[in-house]
């Protein structure tokens, strides 16, 4: 016979309660709540797909879904490209690309994550990049 280990279960619980109550809860509630015309306060009446139709036939939300589009294909595009283009600068075995590489990553290593209020650590953080960002 075999026996049943709860420490899994008791380690796991707390991060699906979490989950269950701060991000699968709204979206069921949301969806439920679409369903429905309601301003929050007062009695809630059933309207069905009602908002659906009078949402998909509205022409500045139709519009809206295309910008998003639009956005979406855009900045992953633009993201993966310079992120491949900096990769490649950084790789490639080229006269001056070695300048490039200490600025880039200097830049990075040296990036001013402190904020002022830190007192000595800030002077410290200063002292070894030689210059905030």
């Given amino acids: ?21 701060t991000i699968l809860l709204p979206i069921v509630m949301t969806f439920v709540f679409s369903f429905y015309d309601w301003n929050g306060f007062g009695v809630m009446k059933f309207t069905g797909f009602d908002n659906y139709v009078r949402a998909f036939h509205d022409h500045i939300y139709l519009l809206s879904y295309w910008h998003i589009l639009i956005y979406i294909v855009l900045t992953i595009f633009l993201e993966v490209f310079v992120g491949l283009l900096l990769a490649g600068l950084i790789t490639v075995k080229l006269r001056g690309t070695s300048l490039f590489r200490v600025a880039f990553l200097r830049r990075l290593c040296c990036r001013c994550w ?18 905030p960002y």
């Fill in 1 to 21: 016979m075999h026996k049943i280990r709860l420490s899994p279960y008791l380690f796991t619980a707390p991060a699906v309660l979490l989950f269950l109550f």
């Fill in 114 to 131: 402190l904020p002022p209020s830190c007192g000595g650590l800030y002077i410290m953080q200063i002292s070894v990049c030689l210059m």
